[in-house]
């Protein structure tokens, strides 16, 4: 079964910066869009950032000209660079592929995959 493996959360006080990665683990034949969520304490999941196979890019407003997200095809992994942290930025990130396909012993394809999540948090 395929897995995404996050990485990078952590503590850092505002204007900090931190990288969360996000690894496929499996034998991937292919990965269409991926992208980061996040999930704030009290409020409802949301959109980060989205990045397709082909390399287009899509932010929401608020980290706009803050954080940037980038793939690496051939590590089957999903990189979110955020500078000038905020304390509004603190959530659990999530990582997210809307459509995978590996191969173990056939094809197997999923919609919606979903990471374990991974905790940033800032503050002074």
């Known amino acids: 079964q395929v897995q995404l493996v996050e990485s990078g959360g952590g503590l850092v006080q505002p204007g900090g910066s931190l990288r969360l990665s996000c690894a496929a683990s499996g034998s991937i034949v292919s990965i269409n869009t991926m992208g980061w969520y996040r999930q704030a304490p009290g409020k409802q999941r949301e959109l980060v950032a989205t990045i397709t196979g082909g390399g287009s890019t899509n932010n929401v407003d608020s980290v706009k000209g803050r954080f940037t997200i980038s793939r690496d095809n051939a590590k089957n992994t999903v990189y979110l660079q955020m500078n000038s942290l905020k304390p509004e930025d603190t959530a659990v990130y999530y990582c997210?592929?809307?459509?995978?396909?590996?191969?173990?012993?056939?094809?197997?394809?999923?919609?919606?995959?979903w990471g374990q999540g991974t905790l940033v948090t800032v503050s002074s």
């Open positions: 997210n592929v809307d459509d995978i396909t590996y191969y173990s012993g056939r094809y197997h394809r999923y919609f919606e995959v």
